[in-house]
């Protein structure tokens, strides 16, 4: 079982005071620490559309491909399991990190924490016992990392993207499934990304819940550029 401070905190307001007592935890266990030890246990996420945290005056962090990116210590010695803290401005200032140097830590870190899995939406169809719709699924694949949780910054690993276009023979799709995970598509012609923006949005306002939407705008990885490219940048790269 994971503590997730800041799930908690952001997702159920009558546990502010169980939040509370999680955070002052952590705190006094990071106190704890060695700044080499800290240092290890600082990991990236992609904030959700609806993150409160990216709203307010402490967030800190950067875009990336048009997601919001954050970082978080985990403890991963927690006495309820693993468990995570945002980093705000002021917990920067204690560990003597600027933004840089967070990013660096946590993109090396991050994945060595929650390895990426790579699913096809076919197979996990199959085991969850849900009926397969004939001909998209074989093509679909389910990124996340091994727990399935806070899953979708997998994709800003340095080496996944590039691993990935080799399982896809060139371009693919990124699909914002959930914070938890991505759907990837295989890049045909143009055309596609208004049917799969659609399918976005449809799914967003019928299937997620608000606090797990990550957003609703489609990405493409770019082999040639080996970039993943935000929404805005899709305008003018996009192939024909």
Partial sequence: MNANYEEVLANNPYN????????RLLFRRMDRKS????RRCIILRIAGEHDRLIR????????????KVYYCYVDQEFPFGRATVP???????????????????????TPRIYPPKLESLEG????????IQEGLESEVYILSN????????????????????????GDFWILPSSIHELLLVPFIDSSQAEALSEMVKVVNNT??????????????????????????????????
């Fill in 124 to 131: 996990y169809l199959k085991f969850c016992g849900s009926p």
């Fill in 146 to 169: 091994q727990e399935m949780r806070y899953g979708a910054n997998v994709i800003l690993y340095p080496e996944v993207p590039g691993k990935l276009s080799k399982v896809f023979d």
């Fill in 16 to 23: 502010n005071e169980c939040a509370a007592d999680i955070g």
């Fill in 56 to 67: 307010s005056d402490d967030f800190f962090g950067r875009i990336i491909a048009g997601f």
């Fill in 207 to 240: 299937v997620v819940s608000d606090e797990e939407i990550l957003d609703y705008n489609v990405r493409l990885f770019r082999k040639d550029l080996n970039s993943v490219l935000s929404p805005e940048e899709l305008c003018y790269n996009i192939r024909v």
């Fill in 35 to 38: 700044p080499e030890e800290l």
């Fill in 87 to 109: 980093i705000k401005r002021e917990i920067a200032g204690r560990l003597e990190l600027s933004e840089p140097e967070l990013f660096e830590l946590a993109i090396r870190n």
